[in-house]
């Protein structure tokens, strides 16, 4: 049974240091001309309603996207800030885009972009944006879905691990998942993003994931909640397998600018 939906969380702070690391990776790996094939576990339903009941039950986007967006916490050349704009205009100013948007609108047409997600309302949602002919939605289970089209055609490419985490096992599952993924496609980059929480569920998944001595490991982690007070997640992280060489700045500077911000 999958009761999660992001609506409830959409355009919050940990999408806004999620989405905005996936953007300077994307312009960084489209700057080489070659074609790629990305891939997202768990893609959610794509563009999401700031306005709906759901979204509005929480406001999570008010400390998030909209106070991030009030107060020039990006540049304007920044992708992120591009794709959120670019979303608004196409779709109307109550929208924020996930990470399929991202992916779709800064990766190029050659590159062959896979979404899977196995909640029937969200991939419908999803089907129901139009999308250029190189984006495929699979409705399936993600892990299964990607390890069975690894190595993929074109095989320079990027993985994207979104889960919610609704079950504490998940953590082991996007481990296991990791290194079956990291033996079928060796050089394939992959990003993990996962919740800071009190309990610290997500302590053991990124040491192991860090002691399997793979390949340029980047973690970027933001904290927006004080770790004693907080009831819910006090933080975001992003780890990055195979990151791309030349990227690791701009990835800091997202971290940076809403570390700076969200401390004052
Ligand atoms: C955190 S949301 C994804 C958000 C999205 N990546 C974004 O940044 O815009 C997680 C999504 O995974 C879906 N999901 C849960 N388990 C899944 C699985 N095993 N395979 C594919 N999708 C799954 C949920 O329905 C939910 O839409």
């Known amino acids: 049974m999958l009761?999660?939906?992001?609506i409830y969380h959409a355009g919050c702070i940990a999408d806004v240091h999620k989405h905005s690391i996936l953007s300077v990776i994307f312009s960084h790996l489209i700057l080489k001309g070659k074609a790629l094939s990305y891939f997202e576990t768990h893609a959610g339903r794509g563009l999401y309603d700031l306005e709906s009941q759901e979204a509005q039950k929480t406001k999570e986007a008010d400390m998030g996207i909209e106070r991030v967006l009030k107060d020039n916490v990006f540049p304007k050349e920044h992708p992120y800030?591009?794709?959120?704009?670019?979303?608004?205009?196409?779709?109307?100013?109550r929208i924020y885009p996930g990470s399929p948007i991202f992916a779709e609108y800064l990766l190029g047409n050659e590159d062959q972009i896979h979404l899977m997600e196995l909640h029937p309302q969200e991939v419908n949602f999803l089907r129901k944006t139009p999308h250029k002919s190189n984006v495929h939605i699979h409705f399936r289970n993600g892990f299964e879905g990607v390890l069975g089209l690894a190595p993929p055609t074109p095989r320079r490419g990027f993985v994207f691990i979104d889960p919610s985490y609704e079950i504490k096992n998940e953590y082991g599952v996007v481990l296991e998942f990791v290194k079956k993924l990291h033996r079928k496609w060796p050089?394939?980059?992959?990003?993990?993003?996962?919740?800071?929480?009190?309990?610290g569920h997500h302590e053991s998944m990124v040491e192991e994931i860090l002691e399997l001595d793979?390949?340029?490991?980047?973690?970027?982690?933001?904290?927006?909640?004080?770790?004693?007070t907080c009831k819910g997640m006090y933080g975001s992280g992003m780890l990055i397998v195979n990151c791309p060489f030349g990227v690791n700045d701009a990835i800091s500077d997202c971290k940076d600018r809403l570390e700076v911000y969200y401390k004052n």
């Open 3 to 6: 009761s999660y939906q992001h």
């Open 81 to 93: 800030l591009q794709i959120v704009e670019k979303s608004r205009l196409l779709y109307g100013n």
């Open 214 to 228: 793979l390949k340029n490991i980047i973690v970027s982690e933001l904290e927006f909640a004080d770790k004693k």
């Open 187 to 199: 050089e394939g980059i992959v990003a993990v993003w996962y919740p800071k929480l009190k309990a």
